[in-house]
């Protein structure tokens, strides 16, 4: 059974930083292409970045780029998202997703965490 396990969010002051780990069971974490997504209320699920098996080919939403960085520990079996500069329109339930392919669109994730809570305050 394959699970997404995000974790790291919570409250921080505009400026602030956090570190969301996602750690992965139930797949081969370097098989997989893996993703961040966010979703703020009332609003879809958006693409934040995503990195390759390697580690090597990174991709960002505009928004995001200069800010955030997605990284990943293959032995570990876990993907990060680190987060500076935090804004409040930054405030979203993150989420960590698993995908074959190398991509920014959501239906070709094929596995889904739970998602973590990151609130920015002004």
């Known amino acids: 059974q394959v699970q997404l396990v995000e974790s790291g969010g919570g409250l921080v002051q505009a400026g602030g930083s956090l570190r969301l780990p996602c750690a992965a069971s139930?797949?081969?974490?370097?098989?997989?292409?893996m993703g961040w997504f966010r979703q703020a209320p009332g609003k879809e699920r958006e693409f934040v970045a995503s990195?390759?098996?390697?580690?090597?080919?990174?991709d960002y939403t505009n928004s995001v780029k200069g800010r955030f960085t997605i990284s990943r520990d293959n032995a570990k079996n876990t993907v990060y998202l680190q987060m500076n500069s935090l804004t409040p329109d930054d405030t979203a339930v993150y989420y960590c997703a698993a995908t074959r392919t190398f991509t920014a669109t959501r239906r070709n994730y094929d596995y889904w965490g739970q998602g973590t809570q990151v609130t920015v305050s002004s």
């Open positions: 139930g797949l081969t974490c370097s098989n997989y292409f």
């Open positions: 990195i390759s098996f390697s580690g090597s080919l990174t």
